[in-house]
């Protein structure tokens, strides 16, 4: 199976909101509610920041947060701060088969 | 504070072998499922590997089903991924992973650099 699909970039002011989409299939985003998102800023791990689909790790602000409709997920994050310029992928549970996909992952520029 | 604290990374040669270890500590390791995620050098992640609670049950990715085992030691607290037949494509980080669960990975190693050059 292919990897799920993400916009390469995405970029917003400090203040405003971005949507990062993530895009798959029947037999992943769209067939189960695990899909999670993370944050990757350079030379560090990822950092899970939502969880089945709208859920809040402890420690995360509230302007994280996703959603899901059908075969695409999303991820929003409201009120940008410079802090949130990182790369974000999305992952998504497909099946007792491939188990995981991941997206391509996303740039976040706040400009 | 939970940590996870990768190892064994390094370069080796096409066709070589290498086994990466993970050290487990600030949560009951026994009772959670494991992953190996890697990313390759200015790429995504790729999911490698996961092994249930008890080591029972192994689930990797189908394109490296064969070369790469996955195993645990839960007295030692420590998770382990071998490596076999590498080849110049396997070049990448390799993150310890430890599942929400349900397939949601919360907290990942540093990471360990595996480079498969001649």
């Known amino acids: 199976q292919s990897a799920l699909t993400q916009p390469r970039s995405v970029s917003g002011s400090p203040g405003q909101s971005v949507t990062i989409s993530c895009t798959g299939t029947s037999s992943d985003v769209g067939g189960y509610n695990y899909v999670s998102w993370y944050q990757q800023r350079p030379g560090k791990a990822p950092k899970l920041i939502i969880y089945?689909?709208?859920k809040r790790p402890s420690g995360v602000p509230d302007r994280f947060s996703g959603s899901k409709s059908g075969n695409t997920a999303s991820l929003t994050i409201s009120g940008l701060q410079a802090e949130d310029e990182a790369d974000y992928y999305c992952?998504?549970?497909?099946?007792?088969?491939?188990?995981?996909?991941f997206g391509g992952g996303t740039k976040l520029t706040v400009l | 504070q939970v940590q996870l604290v990768e190892s064994g990374g390094g370069v080796v040669q096409p066709g070589g072998s290498l086994r990466l270890s993970c050290v487990a500590s600030?949560?009951?390791?026994?009772?959670?499922?494991m992953h190996w995620v890697r990313q390759a050098p200015g790429k995504g992640l790729e999911w490698v590997a996961f092994i249930q609670y008890d080591g029972i049950k192994q689930y990797f990715a189908d394109s490296l089903k064969g070369r790469f085992t996955i195993s645990r030691d839960n007295s030692k607290n420590t998770l382990y991924l071998q490596m076999n037949s590498l080849r110049v494509d396997d070049t990448a980080v390799y993150y310890c992973v430890k599942d929400l669960p349900d397939w949601n990975f919360d907290y990942w190693g540093q990471g360990t650099l595996v480079t498969v050059s001649s």
């Open positions: 600030g949560f009951t390791f026994i009772t959670c499922g």
């Open positions: 992952c998504s549970y497909a099946g007792s088969y491939t188990f995981v996909l």
């Open positions: 089945d689909v709208n």
